[in-house]
């Protein structure tokens, strides 16, 4: 019988110590054979911080963990004896229904996706208003002109004296306006 993902709800930031205190469960019940992988879904991103570049991760379905198992009665009380662990996902109390593989495969492959070419946190949108906060320019406004994500680099037009000027900026040199 091939193991089937299943999706567990948590306390929300407890999904890590839910992945270890299943790994810890698993092992003591002597069920190794039952289970597959358990992931806490994250994409890498790109955050900016005081002109410093930075991958962090980032979960992408908070508040849930995703476990490949064979479902029996001694895998559902490993489960339902976790700390932290609030239920499973879709079915019933007694008979929870497996997540749809065309849904999983799409959520392996945005990780896998995620983990090739990390993201940037912020987006950016041409004509879109930004405040420029650092530089030579700061305390100006501007509309993005073009966006460079590999660059982490935006063409802003920057209205001086009433003429628009288009200039070159990092990432962390400016800030979304409200």
Known sequence: MSKSWYILQARTNTEKKVLSSLRERIARSGLEDAFGDILVPEEKVIDVKDGQRKEVARKLYPGYVFVQMDFSDAAWHVIKGTPHVLGFIGGDKKAPTPAPAADM????????ESH?????????????????????FKDFNGTV??????????????????????VDLDFGHVAKTV
């Not at 495969?105 to 896998?112: G, P, T, V, Y």
């Not at 990390?118 to 950016?124: D, Q, R």
Request: proline share 8%; charged share 25%.
């Open 105 to 112: 495969a799409r959520i392996l492959a945005k990780i896998e």
């Open 116 to 136: 090739a070419a990390p993201a940037p946190k912020l987006e950016y949108v041409p004509g879109e208003e930004v405040a420029i906060v650092e530089g030579p």
């Open 145 to 166: 002109e073009s966006v460079n994500y590999n660059q982490q680099k935006l063409k802003v037009g920057v209205s001086i004296f009433g003429r628009v000027t288009q």
